[in-house]
């Protein structure tokens, strides 16, 4: 449910936080998010791996 990845170019200063599969993100934790960060799936995949989905945030964030 957040804002795609696709649309994160321009970002200067962010702090990336990411949760694993099986967890997620704590409640405590997301009240201190500001946005949250969609990427879009394509394929048959039930999801990335933690590690996978954050070089995806980041290469975007560079690009």
């Given at each position: ?43 048959q ?19």
């Amino acid at each position: 449910n957040g804002k795609n990845v696709h649309h994160l170019k321009g970002l200067t200063e962010a702090i990336i936080v990411i949760g694993n599969e099986s967890k997620g993100i704590s409640a405590e934790v997301m009240e201190l998010c500001t946005e949250k960060i969609t990427i879009p799936k394509n394929g048959q995949a039930e999801s990335l791996n933690a590690a996978v989905a954050a070089g995806i945030i980041l290469s975007h964030m560079v690009a």
